[in-house]
């Protein structure tokens, strides 16, 4: 007896799946388009892997896009899926296009449906992936940052303590330059209270801004060292001969940015600092605003702050400070050198050329 069996293998050879996913700790919501219809969304465990075979298993054969919003899981999705052949986005989520309603209905379902419609449309633009040893690079000098701003809490709560007990600083410690020397923490280990809780606590506070204090020379060992190294420290030495940008300024701007073969433009690379005005324009009216919210807030502020450097040093930053100030606000004149400042890093970068100071005339 002749039997036939019939066959049950399918293909979606030729296809695009699109896939949007919105990253939990412990699980995912994945929402599933095909070029033209919302296919599903569905709840899994946080694992690409759980993903994969769902994806290959359900869609055989198709060529799968994912897209995922930048957040507190990093890049390792994005590193993971690559592995197994999928192309993955990691999109700022600011950048997602959102209905109104959307925003008035937000679950986590519409979101990774949102997603990847989104992805589907061509509408969204991934953020730059940086390298493993980039990655570990750049924490190590973001650490460095959260540390010395601890530190300055620290300091801040024993100074606290002292003029809430009026206790008046002697003669050689009289100015704020000659704070939190070893003279200055072992004068502050003889002030005495009325009462042993109150002297316990004192010393508690400075204790543990002694601690800080070794933790922050620990780390800014580390970058120094790590600033020694390549890839960084040509391009370290080429950074520190602009006035204003110190050795960690520089390690911020390197490890921040990775390459600056990025950035086409300088105003690209200032939209990536965040050193662009908002705008408001309809019909033939234009207002310009300040300057955006977005952008790395571990580098506008580090440029802010080397640009206030760099006009006690560069003459030319110097007179266009001056000049601004004239028609605005010193803060707002600021960043104008700031960006004047981002233009000097990108020529110092791109063409791994010095610095020269120029002299007014």
Same mark, same amino acid.
């Given at each position: ?13 030729g ?7 919105d ?16 296919l ?23 060529? $799968?896009?994912?897209a ?8 390792w999705?994005?590193?993971?899926l690559?592995?197994?052949g999928i ?20 679950t ?7 997603i ?6 061509n509408?969204l633009?991934?953020?730059y992936?940086?390298?493993d040893?980039g990655?570990?690079?750049r ?9 010395? #701003?601890?530190?300055?809490?620290? #300091?801040?709560?024993?100074k606290?303590?002292?003029?809430f ?23 502050l ?10 002297n ?12 800080v #204090? ?6 800014t060992? #580390?970058?120094?060292?790590?600033a ?10 080429l ?15 390197? %490890? ?6 990025? $950035?086409? %433009? ?11 005005? %908002?705008?408001?324009?309809?019909g033939?009216?234009e207002?310009?605003g300040?300057?955006?919210?977005r ?9 802010v702050?080397?640009a ?23 803060n ?15 020529y110092v ?13």
């Amino acid at each position: 007896m002749l039997t036939m069996e019939q066959s049950t293998k399918f293909s979606f050879k030729g296809e695009k799946i699109f896939v949007g996913i919105d990253t939990h700790k412990k699980n995912w919501k994945v929402g599933v388009y095909h070029s033209d219809i919302a296919l599903k969304s569905f709840t899994q465990e946080a694992n690409p892997d759980i993903l994969v075979n769902y994806l290959n298993r359900n869609y055989p054969g198709a060529e $799968f896009h994912c897209a995922y919003e930048a957040g507190f899981c990093g890049f390792w999705i994005q590193k993971h899926l690559a592995q197994r052949g999928i192309n993955c986005l990691v999109v700022n989520p600011a950048d997602v296009p959102t209905s109104h309603k959307d925003k008035e209905f937000k679950t986590d379902p519409r979101d990774c449906l949102k997603i990847a419609r989104a992805l589907r449309s061509n509408l969204l633009e991934p953020v730059y992936i940086p390298t493993d040893e980039g990655i570990e690079s750049r924490h190590l000098v973001r650490l460095l940052h959260d540390i010395s #701003k601890n530190y300055t809490r620290q #300091k801040n709560k024993v100074k606290a303590k002292l003029n809430f007990y009026g206790i008046e600083y002697p003669q050689e410690y009289s100015s704020d330059n000659n704070h939190w020397s070893k003279g200055f923490y072992d004068w502050l280990r003889t002030i005495k209270l009325k009462s042993e809780q109150g002297n316990w606590t004192l010393q508690f506070y400075i204790e543990e801004c002694l601690k800080v #204090k070794e933790l922050k020379k620990q780390a800014t060992k #580390k970058v120094r060292e790590l600033a020694k190294k390549e890839p960084y420290k040509m391009f370290v030495d080429l950074l520190r001969t602009i006035p204003g940008i110190g050795l960690v300024t520089a390690m911020k701007i390197l %490890t921040e940015i990775e390459s600056i073969k990025r $950035f086409s %433009t300088l105003d690209k690379f200032c939209g990536y600092i965040g050193l662009i005005p %908002t705008s408001n324009s309809s019909g033939e009216k234009e207002r310009i605003g300040n300057i955006t919210t977005r952008g790395n807030k571990f580098l506008k502020g580090a440029i802010v702050e080397s640009a206030w450097m760099a006009i006690r040093h560069d003459p030319a930053l110097l007179r266009s400070y001056l000049q601004l100030k004239t028609r605005m606000d010193e803060n707002k004149a600021i960043i104008r050198i700031a960006r004047k400042l981002v233009a000097r890093i990108m020529y110092v970068l791109v063409n791994e050329k010095p610095y020269q100071v120029r002299k007014c005339a």
